[in-house]
Nanobody, 115 residues
Framework: QLQASGGGLVQAGGSLRLSCAAS????????MGWFRQAPGKEREFVAS???????DYADSVKGRFSISRDNQKNTVYLQMNSLKPEDTAVYSC???????????WGQGTQVTVSS
């Protein structure tokens, strides 16, 4: 199971740090991802991190967001800086299987950026 937290209301230019706590003993071997879904839009990829700490980001967040993980705490983080109103969305974390498909999803946490 995955439990996301850390969302909230922030002004444009501000920062938030999202956390996603995972249960189970295989967390350290999994690729973890963050996704977001804005009202009326499809869910989109935000960032991912592999077991070997290789990261990937959507172009829209490169240079502003940073994904990291703490395998001792079974937690993945998303540090979001220089937030923009267009970053407003429900953010969800997910765990991938070896094929790369994200099959385990946590509940989302709302991020609202005011202008």
């Amino acid at each position: 199971q995955l439990q996301a937290s850390g969302g909230g209301l922030v002004q444009a230019g501000g920062s938030l740090r999202l956390s996603c706590a995972a249960s189970g003993r295989t967390f350290s071997s999994k690729t973890m991802g963050w996704f977001r879904q804005a009202p009326g839009k499809e869910r989109e990829f935000v960032a991912s991190i592999t077991w070997s700490l290789i990261t990937d980001y959507a172009d829209s967040v490169k240079g502003r967001f940073s994904i990291s993980r703490d395998n001792q705490k079974n937690t993945v983080y998303l540090q979001m800086n220089s937030l923009k109103p267009e970053d407003t969305a429900v953010y969800s974390c997910a765990a991938a299987v070896p094929t790369g498909a994200y099959v385990t999803w946590g509940q989302g946490t709302q991020v609202t950026v005011s202008s």
